[in-house]
């Protein structure tokens, strides 16, 4: 589609045959890695025939890198188990490089790609990067990724086997997020840093795109999100208010934001009204430990116009649902990827009452529990072996 850019504060526009980041008059002193002032939001200057057509950039390729298009799961067990008949978990686990990221780096890589950009510098608390760096060696992009060196190893050994230049940081992923910014300004190449780069966004919608393909006139009453930076969520709102504002839809889905007690900036300035860092975010959840959230402001736009709201849930709620997940539904999931699910447990009374026990539920998992296998020591443990033999088995399992 042709497209403009415009900054969700001051609505000053600018032409889109250029990179942006963030509205120069609006991002004044905010720095960096902070709730992000002057965000921008790409809007659509032309007509469109399809949902498919809402993308800035054509994604090319698609089956060089293919992204998106997860399947829709209906976990029976858990339906009939917490009375909510209409139950669905889009999985994007099972993107390329097992996160809902990759449809943001895809977008990004379209972008370099339309551009004839070859590097794309991005900070990551590692899905992020490790989904870039994925895109990167599926289209034959240099990609720079800034991650606090205590992100899990498994996402930055991804990371290092699909070719990316790895820079660990002895810091927090915010300082990332700056060094990331200086270094695409002094070296160059496309910043994919999520909020910053407003195609994080237009990436990231591509997830409502498909669950209006999945659900038709039926679009899912509440859609439950966990939420670190909030771009995610940015992402899926604006899909659905571009589809709404382009007359495929007549509504947003309720848009529920799902944060850690120990990551909960976006839900604190829900509440007071006035967008502030929060100290120190601490929560196991690694993907959603956020101080500052850079998409914290859209998120916010989000919250108002789809009439959504922020629940807040302690880490043990969310490891909890990561193995009920597990064991009731067969889908392993992340600790962050389990924590749109840890919100659904906490909401399921009110739902069944204020909204009936229909009510059409859309819990986005994303991504997959491979990324961080450490959450599990001391939580559960590999039986230990036995003779092969069958009494050996009956000695273990059967005697009571
Ligand atoms: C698996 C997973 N879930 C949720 C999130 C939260 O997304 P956002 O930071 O855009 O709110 C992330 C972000 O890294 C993630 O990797």
Avoid at 70 to 84: D, F, I, K, S, V
Wanted: with cysteine.
């Amino acid at each position: 589609m042709d497209f403009f850019y415009r900054c969700i504060e001051c609505g000053r526009e600018y032409p889109g045959n250029q990179v942006m980041y963030l509205c120069p008059d609006c991002s004044g002193d905010s720095p960096p890695g902070t709730f992000l002032s002057g965000l921008l939001e790409v809007c659509c200057s032309g007509s469109v025939q399809s949902p498919e057509e809402l993308y800035p950039y054509p994604l090319v390729k698609r089956d060089t890198y293919p992204v998106g298009n997860t399947p829709l799961a209906r976990p029976m067990r858990l339906a009939e188990t917490y009375g909510l008949d209409s139950l669905f978990f889009k999985l994007d686990n099972l993107n390329p490089s097992g996160s809902f990221k990759d449809r943001a780096s895809q977008m990004v890589a379209a972008q370099a790609l339309a551009l004839g950009e070859s590097t794309v510098v991005v900070s990551s608390t590692g899905n992020a990067g490790s989904a870039m760096a994925c895109a990167g060696a599926a289209y034959g992009l240099e990609v720079i990724l800034f991650v606090p060196q205590s992100a899990p190893k498994n996402k930055l050994l991804q990371s290092v086997l699909y070719g990316a230049r790895v820079v660990p940081i002895k810091g927090t992923y915010d300082q990332a997020f700056s060094l990331s910014i200086s270094c695409s300004r002094e070296f160059g190449g496309i910043n994919r840093n999520t909020a910053y780069n407003p195609m994080t966004i237009e990436g990231k919608k591509s997830c409502s795109i498909e669950l209006y393909r999945q659900f038709g006139d039926n679009i899912p009453d509440v859609v439950y999100i966990p939420v670190g930076d909030g771009v995610i969520y940015s992402g899926i709102y604006k899909g659905f208010k571009d589809l709404r504002d382009a007359g495929f839809t007549d509504r947003i889905p309720k848009l529920v934001c799902v944060q850690s007690d120990r990551s909960d900036a976006i839900s604190r300035a829900w509440r007071s009204g006035k967008p502030d860092n929060i100290e120190e975010a601490t929560t196991i959840a690694d993907s959603i430990s956020v101080a500052s959230p850079a998409g914290g402001r859209y998120a916010l736009k989000g919250l108002a116009e789809s009439s959504g709201w922020c629940v807040v849930i302690s880490d043990e709620q969310i490891l909890a649902a990561q193995l009920e997940l597990s064991r009731d539904a067969g889908i392993f999931a992340e600790p962050a990827a389990a924590a749109g699910w840890a919100g659904v447990l906490h909401d399921a009374p009110m739902l069944r009452s204020e909204y009936g026990p229909d009510v059409n539920i859309a819990v986005i998992i994303t991504g997959t529990g491979f990324k961080d296998m450490d959450v599990f020591t001391g939580r559960t443990a590999i039986p230990e072996a036995i003779e092969p033999d069958l009494d050996a088995y009956e000695r273990r399992f059967l005697d009571s």
